[in-house]
């Protein structure tokens, strides 16, 4: 009997000690997932994502629809606030909220976020992009790719290229018909030197600010104008406060989807790969909405009442060679080696 007591407490003890073994693997694997992220143990993960356009723009409808992928695929385990209008702040202080981690995703355009990572201003360089279709390969390619490589240093993680778009000249002054025109214009730009430095060639006088203080600027008459895409010009309403407005192309602007870096990092590998592919597709469907109604906003932008003026080729021409110093100013400080990459990308997407 003693003999049987002391098998059965044997084997008991072996059974017993397996299943605390299995419990600790659990509790590593808890913990492993606690470094990946937290699915597994059913904590809700809360996105806070800002943009600086408002909620009748492409891009609200975008991230409406980034909120839509995540919070499906994810099973409600991520959850995506969105705010619009710049109610968290303007591109470049949502920026540094998710360097700071107080706000997970912002959407700037790549001006601003040439302050956090100058290379990006190559992106800006006038008249770099010869079309949408042609950025498009360019930055969802291997170039594009390593350029938002370089956001990581910063505690930022870039998801995807979203579309701003072709940017245009608008005012209350005058026509600009020609680079002559921009004579004495006090034009705001984007909180970047080398616009600033691009319309000091053209002879305009610009001001660099906020988007989010633009209207009320052109409201009070502290700037005559303003350059953005017509669908920011039509939606954000600067028809009432602009009266001229030129297709002056001089920049296509991308966004970069943004992800605070420490946040992606606290995320598993599922929800990495749900963020990432949500940034991809919402993107895809922002660019579509972005040029399906473009023309469109050139005619409503005339049909509020502003006069449209058509630049020539030659006059497109003359602009070009008078920025012309400055973008090789910029090319040597980003590094001849990187600006040509691009280069040869784009000429490569034009074949
Ligand atoms: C909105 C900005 C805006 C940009 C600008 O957050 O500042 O003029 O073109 O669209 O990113």
Redesign the pocket.
């Known amino acids: 009997m003693k003999k049987f007591l002391a098998l059965f407490l044997t084997v008991f003890m072996v059974f017993a000690l397996a299943a605390c073994g299995g419990g600790n693997e659990g509790a590593n694997e808890g913990e492993n997932n606690e470094g990946e992220g937290t699915a597994d143990t059913g904590e809700v993960k809360t996105i806070r994502a800002g943009?600086?356009?408002n909620d009748a723009?492409p891009?609200y409808k975008g991230l409406l629809r980034f909120k839509e992928i995540v919070e499906e695929k994810s099973n409600g385990q991520i959850v995506v606030e969105t705010y619009h209008s710049?109610q968290l702040g303007?591109?470049r202080t949502m920026t540094e909220a998710l360097q700071l981690g107080t706000q997970e995703v912002v959407?700037?355009?790549t001006?601003?976020l040439a302050n956090f990572v100058p290379e990006f201003s190559v992106f800006d360089f006038p008249f770099l992009f010869p079309s949408e279709e042609v950025a498009d390969e360019v930055l969802d390619g291997e170039v594009g790719q390593k350029f938002l490589g370089m956001l990581e240093p910063q505690n930022l993680v870039g998801l995807a290229y979203w579309e701003?778009g072709f940017?245009q000249v608008s005012n209350s002054k005058k026509a600009v018909a020609t680079a002559a025109d921009f004579k004495g214009l006090k034009l705001?730009?984007?909180?970047n030197d080398l616009h600033l430095e691009a319309f000091r060639a053209l002879g305009a006088n610009p001001t660099p600010m906020?988007?989010?203080e633009?209207f009320t600027a052109m409201q009070q008459g502290t700037v005559d104008g303003?350059?953005?895409?017509f669908a920011?010009i039509y939606l954000s309403k600067f028809y009432e406060v602009q009266d001229h407005v030129s297709n002056t192309n001089h920049i296509y602007?991308p966004?970069v989807f943004l992800m605070s870096k420490s946040f992606f990092d606290g995320l598993n590998d599922e929800q990495k790969q749900i963020v990432q592919d949500a940034a991809t597709e919402a993107g895809q469907y922002q660019r579509e909405l972005n040029r399906e109604a473009n023309a469109q906003y050139l005619a409503d932008l005339q049909e509020a009442g502003m006069t449209y003026t058509e630049i020539t080729p030659e006059a497109h021409a003359e602009m070009k060679a008078l920025v012309q110093p400055v973008i090789d100013k910029y090319a040597e400080r980003i590094g001849q080696e990187t600006v040509q990459e691009v280069y040869d990308a784009i000429e490569a997407a034009s074949k």
């Open positions: 943009i600086g356009l723009h891009q710049g303007d591109d959407i700037p355009s001006a601003p701003n940017r705001r730009t984007m909180e906020a988007f989010t633009l303003q350059e953005n895409p920011t602007s966004f």
